[in-house]
């Protein structure tokens, strides 16, 4: 009994022992730093290596870690030399002479030069790697030779054949010559993307290293990054180019659940950035002291609906898909939704935007019931006893939205409708392998400002190919055509009519633009969101300590 | 009881074997059914075949089998349980080491559990055993009023009521009260801070445990009541020991093995407590991470992690058997 009890103590002890080591705070509380810049990204981002950045958090921590060729005007979108000096195109836009500005260094001292930029896009381009932006650089000239084949079943037999654009010549330190695999007017502007970013040669020496401690050229520097909780970068002291900002480091919070929920912490003064869960939409917006630190933007990605032309349906006839657009009250649906933080789309190209975007270029962008019915007879109706399938991706915001317009189509034709909501894998996967039966949702993020851009996905190649079976031979040869025009402007107008064409025919139908806002705290001065990315500038902000 | 524990371990690797397998076959499934995460990689671009392809490559999952519904994928199973063999838990879909995934979640995870058990064991503990000590009393009515009441506020209830109406307040307050850098603001901030992973743990901790109490409560009350009318208790008082000595040696003690056993059950239910709890208050933790592993069809992070998480709960359920023997001296491993 007697050991027992001293068997049971000794547990006791250690139990003890064990939860006291294991359970003892030893955190501090530390005292006044630099002057940070506080805000969010979203927890799942899991590079910044510049080519194998695509979401919107790696893009905009790249955006102050490295600098590009071009920068975009914050007004304008318009692009502007930066690290180029110059970026000049040959007569009919093939070959194009990029000159970099001298004595640029990354943040470990090697030079910023053409090799840095010809290292990096090379190893993008090559398909080997599966990088995110592997299909920028399909434009060089050399980009087919570098991508693996594949057998019928998509499993890969041979590597690509090449390492190196043969379409990329470093003609000295400065000077870097890109021949394009055939002419296209807008290439300058493409090259402020973040896969167009130089790499020094450390980062290519241990790719996974520097893509969790970039090298950059830019203003700053990530000093640490707790993968999934927190990134801290500080201001690089050599930064010798002219957007140097005003504060010392920025500091961003990890958010597993997205933009509002450090909403909180926002009001407890922990972030300087945030905007407020729907909920709380209409509360922000009556607080008279809080409206003051707020700034919004229409956005420039659309939603729009898709038909799977690949199968037998109503939906081959466009008089079907004009009923469907004309009975869709956007504006309705917009304003009882999401606090109105959306605009009614009624155009391919975001209007205003970016160069060549007009509103109104849908001419069955309308709320129209009466037109809608009238067009739903011509196309001979809906079959009796048949559901409209709706299919979409997982996500609630999204889910509202589409049941309101599934409504809003029931209301009008009386076509009943059914949501068929994926898991986004699958989502993803059924759109490309052509699996959908009957509407379905698209999102288009645009990658660089130029109409250009929200065009050229639309092109399959052949009838019955692409996401929406959709093909035009008109379209396709116009693309080609603006592509090879002499100038940005005039290639910008022939897009135009490509879009013009697109209105016609009238493949998918624009529903919605989406739409920047955030609320600052009063440390915050001059905060301006990006017209493309919808996200603040942090270079320009103005921080108190 | 040293043959008893080789025992319960051997029972242990069979059990996590077959509880990888398991799992390895589900996410196989998904994998074919869904579409391979590849395809969700490029998102709203067209991407070539080509292109996917080496993302497949990239990712692990360019073995054919991922394509053919049905096939148990057994090459990809072996050659995974032969790194594990070899203490290499592999990457996550984007190459991140699971090891290393694990090893930034977990301690949070631990953080929150611990101050959990001690909301639990001290709530359930005190409560539940001063209902029973003065059974009937308006004292008991109103501990079992309250586990009620408790029970029909599920924990994301209280923790959006928490980090949205009073966090924020109560975090301004202390500040004020107490000064900008000092302890008890970060005891109320909104959200977890991973530098000071402690006092921003007690707040969400405690709730979560809280929410879970109330049936270790009714729990610690019914054991000690048993215990109460026990020949075992009424033989003590009447060789005449104080009524403390009869209620800490004899009611508290042998009534604790149903408890004990609670802890061990709960811990799993806790988990899922976590998801809810990790993902509303920001904290980077477990739950967290195997919610969006399972989201995310990536089959190298669920099976690392559950096998961490499995290999821990058998850990744990030794040491709750090995527990009751300490507990009743009746209990014996031979």
């Given at each position: 009994?007697?050991?027992?009890?001293?068997?049971?103590?000794?547990?006791?002890?250690?139990?003890?022992?064990?939860?006291?080591?294991?359970?003892?705070?030893?955190?501090?509380?530390?005292?006044?730093?630099?002057?940070?810049?506080?805000?969010?990204?979203?927890?799942?981002?899991?590079?910044?290596?510049?080519?194998?950045?695509?979401?919107?958090?790696?893009?905009?921590?790249?955006?102050?870690?490295?600098?590009?060729?071009?920068?975009?005007?914050?007004?304008?979108?318009?692009?502007?030399?930066?690290?180029?000096?110059?970026?000049?195109?040959?007569?009919?836009?093939?070959?194009?002479?990029?000159?970099?500005?001298?004595?640029?260094?990354?943040?470990?001292?090697?030079?910023?030069?053409?090799?840095?930029?010809?290292?990096?896009?090379?190893?993008?381009?090559?398909?080997?790697?599966?990088?995110?932006?592997?299909?920028?650089?399909?434009?060089?000239?050399?980009?087919?030779?570098?991508?693996?084949?594949?057998?019928?079943?998509?499993?890969?037999?041979?590597?690509?054949?090449?390492?190196?654009?043969?379409?990329?010549?470093?003609?000295?330190?400065?000077?870097?010559?890109?021949?394009?695999?055939?002419?296209?007017?807008?290439?300058?502007?493409?090259?402020?993307?973040?896969?167009?970013?130089?790499?020094?040669?450390?980062?290519?020496?241990?790719?996974?290293k520097c893509a969790l401690e970039p090298?950059?050229?830019?203003?700053?520097?990530?000093?640490?990054?707790?993968?999934?909780?927190?990134?801290?970068?500080?201001?690089?002291?050599?930064?010798?180019?002219?957007?140097?900002?005003?504060?010392?480091?920025?500091?961003?919070?990890?958010?597993?659940?997205?933009?509002?929920?450090?909403?909180?912490?926002?009001?407890?003064?922990?972030?300087?950035?945030?905007?407020?869960?729907?909920?709380?939409?209409?509360?922000?917006?009556?607080?008279?002291?809080?409206?003051?630190?707020?700034?919004?933007?229409?956005?420039?990605?659309?939603?729009?609906?898709?038909?799977?032309?690949?199968?037998?349906?109503?939906?081959?006839?466009?008089?079907?898909?004009?009923?469907?657009?004309?009975?869709?009250?956007?504006?309705?649906?917009?304003?009882?939704?999401?606090?109105?933080?959306?605009?009614?789309?009624?155009?391919?190209?975001?209007?205003?935007?970016?160069?060549?975007?007009?509103?109104?270029?849908?001419?069955?962008?309308?709320?129209?019931?009466?037109?809608?019915?009238?067009?739903?007879?011509?196309?001979?109706?809906w079959p009796d006893g048949e559901k409209l399938q709706i299919s979409l991706?997982?996500?609630?915001?999204?889910?509202?939205?589409?049941?309101?317009?599934?409504?809003?189509?029931?209301?009008?034709?009386?076509?009943?409708?059914?949501?068929?909501?994926?898991?986004?894998?699958?989502?993803?996967?059924?759109?490309?392998?052509?699996?959908?039966?009957?509407?379905?949702?698209?999102?288009?993020f645009p990658d660089y400002p130029l109409n250009e851009n929200y065009l050229s996905f639309y092109a399959s190649g052949e009838p019955g190919a692409g996401h929406w079976g959709w093909y035009s031979e008109d379209f396709e040869t116009k693309l080609d055509e603006a592509a090879a025009a002499p100038s940005l402007d005039e290639s910008v107008a022939l897009y135009q009519e490509a879009e013009a064409i697109l209105a016609e025919e009238f493949p998918t139908i624009p529903f919605r633009w989406s739409f920047s806002a955030t609320y600052y705290s009063d440390r915050l001065e001059n905060v301006i969101l990006n017209p493309f990315s919808g996200a603040p500038i942090l270079r320009k902000i103005d921080v108190t300590a | 009881m040293g043959r008893y524990i080789l025992r319960r371990a051997a029972q242990a690797v069979g059990t996590l074997l077959l509880v990888m397998f398991l799992l390895h076959l589900l996410t196989t499934v998904a994998i074919q059914l869904n579409g391979n995460p590849a395809q969700a990689f490029f998102g709203d671009k067209v991407a070539t075949p080509a292109q996917v392809a080496a993302v497949e490559q990239r990712f692990n999952l360019d073995d054919p089998c991922y394509d053919q519904v049905g096939n148990p994928c057994l090459g990809p199973f072996v050659e995974r349980l032969g790194q594990y063999a070899q203490g290499d838990f592999g990457t996550n879909l984007r190459g991140r080491e699971v090891s290393e995934i694990v090893a930034t979640a977990a301690p949070n995870t631990i953080r929150l559990f611990c101050v959990v058990l001690v909301t639990?064991?001290?709530?359930?503990?005190?409560?539940?055993?001063?209902?029973?000590?003065?059974?009937?009393?308006?004292?008991?009515?109103?501990?079992?009023?309250?586990?009620?009441?408790?029970d029909a506020f599920p924990v994301f209830v209280l923790l959006i009521v928490y980090r949205y109406v009073v966090a924020v307040p109560l975090n301004r307050w202390a500040e004020d009260t107490f000064g900008e850098n000092s302890w008890p603001p970060y005891w109320f901030k909104p959200s977890f801070d991973p530098d000071h992973p402690w006092a921003t743990v007690v707040v969400p901790g405690i709730l979560l445990g809280l929410a879970g109490s109330a049936a270790f409560i009714r729990l610690v009350r019914a054991s000690q009541l048993d215990s109460y009318q026990g020949d075992h208790v009424r033989t003590a008082r009447s060789k005449g020991l104080t009524e403390g000595r009869v209620v800490v040696h004899h009611v508290v003690r042998n009534s604790s093995v149903p408890v004990v056993t609670a802890v061990g059950l709960t811990f799993a239910e806790a988990l899922g407590g976590a998801v809810i709890t990790e993902g509303l208050m920001n904290i980077y933790g477990m739950g967290g991470v195997l919610w969006e592993a399972v989201r995310n069809d990536d089959v190298g992070l669920v099976l690392g992690v559950v096998t961490l998480l499995a290999a821990v709960t058998v850990v744990v359920m030794i040491v709750v058997d090995i527990a009751y023997a300490l507990l009743d001296p009746r209990i014996r491993y031979e």
């Open positions: 009994m007697r050991q027992a009890r001293i068997t049971t103590l000794a547990a006791a002890a250690a139990v003890v022992a064990l939860t006291v080591a294991g359970c003892t705070p030893n955190d501090t509380v530390e005292g006044d730093g630099p002057v940070t810049l506080e805000t969010w990204i979203s927890q799942d981002m899991e590079t910044l290596f510049p080519g194998d950045a695509g979401a919107y958090d790696n893009i905009s921590v790249l955006d102050v870690v490295y600098d590009g060729l071009v920068r975009y005007d914050p007004e304008t979108t318009e692009p502007y030399n930066y690290v180029a000096e110059s970026i000049e195109p040959n007569d009919d836009n093939t070959v194009w002479t990029i000159k970099i500005k001298p004595d640029l260094t990354f943040q470990n001292g090697e030079p910023v030069d053409a090799d840095a930029f010809a290292r990096s896009w090379n190893y993008t381009a090559d398909g080997d790697n599966g990088l995110y932006s592997n299909y920028f650089f399909g434009i060089i000239e050399g980009y087919d030779e570098m991508q693996p084949t594949t057998d019928d079943d998509g499993n890969i037999t041979a590597e690509g054949a090449a390492d190196e654009l043969s379409g990329l010549k470093v003609t000295d330190d400065l000077t870097l010559e890109v021949t394009l695999a055939s002419p296209f007017a807008g290439f300058a502007t493409m090259l402020g993307y973040t896969g167009f970013f130089p790499i020094a040669q450390e980062c290519l020496d241990d790719v996974e090298i950059g050229n830019g203003p700053f520097q990530v000093t640490d990054w707790q993968q999934s909780q927190e990134l801290t970068a500080e201001k690089w002291a050599d930064y010798t180019l002219d957007e140097t900002p005003s504060y010392d480091a920025i500091h961003w919070t990890e958010y597993a659940a997205g933009e509002t929920a450090g909403w909180a912490d926002f009001k407890a003064g922990d972030l300087d950035l945030s905007f407020p869960p729907t909920a709380e939409v209409e509360s922000a917006k009556n607080d008279p002291e809080l409206s003051e630190r707020y700034v919004e933007k229409p956005g420039a990605s659309l939603t729009y609906l898709g038909f799977s032309g690949y199968t037998e349906g109503p939906w081959n006839d466009i008089e079907f898909r004009k009923a469907i657009s004309m009975a869709i009250d956007r504006e309705g649906i917009i304003s009882s939704l999401g606090s109105g933080q959306a605009t009614p789309a009624d155009s391919w190209v975001v209007p205003g935007g970016v160069p060549g975007g007009e509103a109104g270029t849908c001419e069955w962008c309308v709320y129209d019931p009466e037109a809608a019915k009238a067009a739903l007879e011509k196309a001979g109706g991706g997982d996500d609630d915001a999204e889910v509202e939205y589409f049941t309101a317009i599934g409504n809003s189509i029931e209301e009008v034709l009386g076509i009943p409708y059914e949501l068929n909501i994926l898991p986004s894998d699958d989502y993803f996967s059924t759109r490309s392998a052509q699996g959908f039966d009957g509407m379905f949702r698209n999102n288009w | 639990w064991l001290a709530l359930g503990m005190l409560l539940g055993s001063a209902a029973a000590r003065w059974r009937g009393s308006p004292g008991d009515h109103g501990i079992r009023l309250t586990s009620v009441l408790i």
